[in-house]
């Protein structure tokens, strides 16, 4: 199987990011990939939640996903819409949904999982970021099995929590799919090694399609990720809009987990004090 991961710099109007978006995706396909995976918040970046409010939708309503919907039954592939910033539709819940979704070659959206962990820290040089007074985190983890594979969901900041990608690699996941909107101090430090890690520890492939450049009010780190079961990255974007092809064989994660049964090797224990 062939991945084309899509590099985006989305900016705070999803009606103009649109084009650009089916556009890559276009490219992706046309390069051989039939995975295809774009970044979080591929619709809209944007802090200020009254313009969010102001131009999300729900799921249902959405023009972007009925978008992408239609062109992956026209294109035959498979696509990891890797999030969008959407209305929730909780009844009750006045914050917006960070949701991946994923689409079968039909066109028809098979899973669906609202990111868990949610990004609320103070960075050095005055950057704060609290993604959960804008956004409901979710609740549930998700397990994609399709004809191309057993595939794990995460978005951006899950993977600082390594205890999910070990949930999902316990329940069969061979790929897990990690888009994200990553900050430039934090990417630069961390990004390719908890990427890595994450790999490394699951024995399972990562594919990570990143934001990049600046967008209102923020920037984003790009460096689009393939790694394999192994943890050796195996295709790199820059730090530009794009596509970053990777060729992924499934036999690589039973090679690996063979080699270090690590996923067998859980044992009870107590905690000091």
């Not at 399609?209 to 990720?225: D, E, N």
């Amino acid at each position: 199987m062939r991945a084309g991961l899509v590099q985006l710099n989305s900016g705070d109007d999803p009606a103009a990011n649109l084009p650009e978006i089916l556009g890559y995706i276009s490219a992706a396909a046309a390069g051989g990939a039939t995975f295809i995976a774009t970044p979080e918040v591929s619709n809209i970046v944007s802090s200020s939640r009254s313009h969010q409010r102001a131009l999300l939708k729900t799921e249902a309503q959405d023009e972007t996903l009925a978008a992408l919907c239609a062109q992956t039954a026209a294109l035959g592939v498979w696509l990891l819409v890797g999030s969008l910033a959407l209305l929730s539709d909780t009844p009750g819940e006045a914050r917006f949904a960070n949701r991946s979704l994923l689409i079968n070659p039909e066109g028809r959206v098979v899973a669906r999982y609202d990111k868990i962990h949610m990004f609320d820290v103070d960075l050095d040089g005055g950057e704060t970021y609290r993604e959960s007074a804008g956004f409901a985190p979710g609740r549930r983890a998700v397990l994609a099995k399709t004809e191309i594979g057993q595939i794990g969901m995460t978005v951006c900041y899950d993977m600082r929590f390594a205890s999910l990608y070990r949930a999902l690699a316990k329940a069969g996941a061979e790929i897990i799919t990690a888009p994200a909107a990553f900050t430039v101090p934090t990417g630069r430090a961390h990004w390719h090694v908890l990427l890595r890690a994450r790999a490394i520890e699951t024995g399972a492939f990562i594919i990570a399609p990143a934001q990049c450049g600046q967008h209102v009010g923020r920037k984003t780190y790009g460096h689009s990720l393939v790694v394999n079961p192994w943890g050796e990255v195996i295709a790199e974007a820059g730090e530009t809009p794009g596509v970053t092809f990777a060729d992924i064989d499934l036999n690589q994660v039973k090679a690996a987990r063979a080699r270090i049964p690590s996923l067998a090797h859980d044992r009870a224990f107590e905690l000091p004090g």
